[in-house]
């Protein structure tokens, strides 16, 4: 059987932002016009930290189960897309230095804004 390994802790990088603010273009461009949160989480986005250089974004949508409304959109925007379940976040994947967390409004631990105007 073949171990996944875990890339090591690196030093901060100060591309990490840049890094973020690229993939959140694209993400943007991919799911308009529909409202979603998008947000840089884990130790990448705290400045200063040492951290696996996986950049972890989280994106909530209003409704989960409308997987067409957003899954074929990052598909087409070349961000690989995996499977969903109502209520446990989905994860698509731009790049092995980029993981997307899809969540649901208001599933545990995702406050939500995504329906109120707030992008």
Known sequence: ???????ARHSY?????D?????RRRIEAALAPLRVEIEHIGSTS???LAAKPIIDIVVVVEDIT???DYLDPLVTARIRAA???TGTPA???TAREVHVHLYQC??????????????
């Open 1 to 7: 059987m073949h171990r996944r390994t875990d890339p």
């Open 13 to 17: 990088d100060d591309r990490w932002p």
């Open 19 to 23: 890094v973020y603010q690229t993939h």
């Open 46 to 48: 705290v400045p200063g």
């Open 66 to 68: 409308a997987e067409e």
């Open 83 to 85: 499977g969903t379940r």
């Open 91 to 93: 994860r698509a994947h």
């Open 106 to 119: 208001g599933a545990p631990r995702e406050p939500c804004s995504a329906g109120s105007g707030t992008t």
